[in-house]
């Protein structure tokens, strides 16, 4: 269990380092305060644009981290795998 357990911390270290979940949430924030920005232009005057780009950017923020956690997981899962480990999920 010993080499189990430094395989996964070395595979954990190399996703930590490989992914990106922080850029992939800070990109996902900007786009989507953007296009709600626009979204919020295009609606025309009832609507805050303010409030639409927040909105938006927090989705595109929990949506990117999201994605980046996932990649996580896959890097993670491919490292174990690669190392010789069955991984199920």
Same mark, same amino acid.
């Given at each position: 269990?010993?080499?189990?357990e430094l395989d996964l911390s070395e595979c954990r270290q190399f996703a930590s380092q490989t992914s990106g979940a922080a850029e992939r949430a800070a990109? %996902?924030? !900007? &786009?989507?305060?953007i296009f709600g920005a626009l979204l919020a232009a295009a609606a025309g005057a009832?609507?805050?644009? %303010?409030? !639409? &780009?927040?909105v938006g950017a927090l989705s595109g923020a929990v949506g990117g981290a999201a994605e980046g956690?996932?990649?996580?997981?896959?890097?993670?899962?491919?490292?174990?795998?690669?190392r010789g480990y069955l991984v199920l999920q």
């Open positions: 269990m010993n080499r189990f990109a %996902g924030a !900007v &786009a989507g305060a009832k609507y805050d644009r %303010g409030s !639409v &780009a927040r956690e996932t990649d996580q997981r896959n890097i993670i899962r491919r490292c174990l795998g690669g």
